[in-house]
T-cell receptor, first 113, second 113 residues
Framework: KAGVTQTPRYLIKTRGQQVTLSCSPISGHRSVSWYQQTPGQGLQFLFEYFSETQRNKGNFPGRFSGRQFSNSRSEMNVSTLELGDSALYLC????????????FGPGTRLTVL | KNQVEQSPQSLIILEGKNCTLQCNYTVSPFSNLRWYKQDTGRGPVSLTIMTFSENTKSNGRYTATLDADTKQSSLHITASQLSDSASYICVVGLSGGYNKLIFGAGTRLAVHP
């Protein structure tokens, strides 16, 4: 079974731009969660989608948004990028026989200049 | 405030030796505690997940313990290998929050030959 895939793997943007990241979960998984990882703050929860609905949300500004499609693929959008948005963005899917276990993708490394 | 604290921040051991990583948490309402291993440049991989009623769980050379009364957990690595070099992240799941997780900052483990 294929793992969680994220595209693109690396991205360079400038301040003020917007960016869209994509995540394809493991087949059959309906939950997709997004996380931001930075050296200073560690891993922080952004939001979780389940069956196209946002089920949980972390403490991030409204510039961070997401959505999930009917095939469970998810996208995350960050508008008006700031230097502090530079981070590794990870998505994780869960479901199937082990709904409590999250499987992480390799992440998208975003650099904001 | 929900917090997960890990110690030590970093650790160097020789190949073949054992080590124990610590995790203290103040998270409520508690649902479960997980340990993840994250290799550099990759997404975290789940090692163990324990609920309130479980006090130990093993995954190969990794053994996690949980004391829900003192809100402490440990991850013991036996007969370390070079491939154990990674960050180990303690994560506490919130009850009723589905996949809403609070992450520790991680312990960076380096295994030297």
């Amino acid at each position: 079974k294929a793992g969680v895939t994220q595209t693109p793997r690396y991205l360079i943007k400038t301040r003020g731009q917007q960016v869209t990241l994509s995540c394809s979960p493991i087949s059959g998984h309906r939950s997709v969660s997004w996380y931001q990882q930075t050296p200073g703050q560690g891993l922080q929860f952004l939001f979780e989608y389940f069956s196209e609905t946002q089920r949980n949300k972390g403490n991030f500004p409204g510039r961070f948004s997401g959505r999930q499609f009917s095939n469970s693929r998810s996208e995350m959008n960050v508008s008006t990028l700031e230097l502090g948005d530079s981070a590794l963005y990870l998505c994780a899917s869960s479901g199937g026989a082990r709904p409590d276990t999250q499987y992480f993708g390799p992440g998208t490394r975003l650099t904001v200049l | 405030k929900n917090q997960v604290e890990q110690s030590p921040q970093s650790l160097i051991i020789l190949e073949g030796k054992n080590c124990t990583l610590q995790c203290n948490y103040t998270v409520s309402p508690f649902s479960n505690l997980r340990w993840y291993k994250q290799d550099t440049g990759r997404g975290p991989v789940s090692l163990t997940i324990m609920t309130f009623s479980e006090n130990t769980k093993s995954n190969g050379r990794y053994t996690a313990t949980l004391d829900a009364d003192t809100k402490q957990s440990s991850l013991h690595i036996t007969a370390s290998q070079l491939s154990d070099s990674a960050s180990y992240i303690c994560v506490v799941g919130l009850s009723g929050g589905y996949n809403k997780l609070i992450f520790g900052a991680g312990t960076r483990l380096a295994v030297h030959p």
